[in-house]
């Protein structure tokens, strides 16, 4: 079955936020793959990899013959196992830099065009300016390897900005700065660009088209999710990606479909990325009472909804 929206742009979704039992690179995250490699409902998908080698050459066949565009999701990798790309440490922030090589190979064996990582925690004021130094150095070290491993059709390192909405802010915070900070980077290195959420936009307290539109240029690709932002006191406050259109939340049917309105006006549908056509993911972190499954199906529902709204209007 052909969607209507595969004209414009390849719906992805991140496999980790729908099933938690593929976090941590173990478990059945392999066969969960497999299962959504086959839903032909979906033209990209966003997945954290597996450990071993074994597992990651499995892997790799399933992905690699789904056919779909592949984004590789290493912000979970980064924190768990805190390497973080902007330790004030020389030391730390080597290190850091040769984990995420290491998942930059990974990303290769799979046939991923685009792998994101994500800041830390801000250090102490005096110390941002140091911090983001540190940060510029990580993404040039890390995109000049990715062009190394693959000159013709490098990697797209990707970086997705963070919410302010804890008491210790992320130090890759709003987003028009790091947009700023981007192209210049982008001079030297064109492999870099902005993993674009809609909850992180709005947790930043950003207008979601205006900022869209004022950061196009430096997209790699984008998260569609949802927040919760009016009642401190819900279980769903924050970055917590509820269902879309969940009472009081941001992002429901009507706020997709403008959002599709906007990527429409701003020509972002006819761009070409290295993942081909721009790549949408659905981000949804299952709730407690639901099965994976079936938040899945829900979302599913909701796009579909958002994209029928969107082209009565087109």
């Known amino acids: 079955m052909r969607y209507p929206w595969t004209e414009h742009f390849h719906l992805g979704l991140v496999v980790q936020a729908f099933f938690p039992e593929a976090r941590g690179r173990k478990g059945p995250a392999l066969e969960i793959t497999r299962k959504l490699a086959a839903d032909p409902f979906f033209q990209a998908l966003e997945v954290s990899g597996v450990?071993?080698?074994?597992?990651?050459?499995?892997?790799?066949?399933?992905?690699?013959?789904?056919g779909k565009s592949l984004v590789f999701s290493g912000g979970g990798y980064c924190r768990s196992g805190g390497h973080n790309l902007h330790d004030l440490d020389e030391d730390g922030r080597e290190r850091a830099v040769q984990q995420v090589k290491k998942i930059i190979d990974e990303a290769s064996v799979y046939g991923c065009s685009v792998l994101y990582v994500m800041g830390f925690e801000a250090p102490?004021?005096?110390?941002?300016g140091r911090a983001l130094e540190k940060f510029a150095r990580s993404l040039a070290d890390l995109s000049a390897?990715?062009?190394?491993?693959?000159?013709?059709a490098p990697l797209?390192?990707?970086?997705?900005?963070?919410?302010?909405?804890?008491?210790?802010?992320?130090?890759?915070?709003?987003?028009?700065?790091?947009?700023?900070?981007?192209?210049?980077?982008?001079?030297r290195d064109p492999n870099l660009g902005l993993t674009f959420d809609t909850s992180h936009v709005l947790q930043l307290k950003e207008d979601l088209a205006s900022?869209?539109?004022?950061?196009?240029?430096?997209?790699a690709h984008i998260h569609l999710s949802n927040c919760l932002l009016r009642d401190?006191?819900?279980?769903?406050?924050?970055?917590?990606?509820?269902?879309?259109g969940f009472p009081g939340?941001?992002?429901?049917?009507?706020?997709?479909?403008?959002?599709?309105?906007?990527?429409?006006?701003?020509?972002?549908?006819?761009?070409?990325?290295?993942t081909g056509k721009p790549v949408l993911s659905l981000e949804v972190i299952?709730?407690?009472?639901?099965?994976?499954?079936?938040?899945?199906?829900?979302?599913?529902?909701?796009?579909?909804?958002?994209?029928?709204?969107?082209?009565?209007?087109?």
């Open 51 to 66: 450990e071993g080698p074994a597992r990651q050459k499995e892997l790799a066949g399933v992905l690699r013959a789904s």
């Open 124 to 128: 102490a004021a005096e110390d941002c």
């Open 145 to 152: 390897y990715a062009r190394e491993k693959n000159p013709s």
């Open 156 to 187: 797209t390192l990707s970086v997705e900005n963070f919410y302010l909405l804890t008491d210790r802010p992320f130090l890759i915070g709003p987003t028009l700065d790091f947009a700023r900070m981007l192209r210049d980077l982008r001079k």
């Open 211 to 219: 900022t869209f539109c004022r950061v196009e240029d430096v997209i």
């Open 232 to 244: 401190r006191s819900s279980p769903f406050y924050g970055d917590k990606h509820p269902p879309y």
């Open 249 to 274: 939340s941001e992002v429901g049917i009507p706020e997709l479909a403008g959002f599709f309105r906007t990527l429409k006006e701003q020509n972002f549908f006819s761009r070409t990325f290295s």
């Open 286 to 314: 299952t709730p407690a009472g639901q099965t994976p499954e079936e938040t899945l199906e829900e979302a599913k529902g909701a796009l579909q909804k958002a994209w029928e709204n969107f082209a009565k209007g087109a």
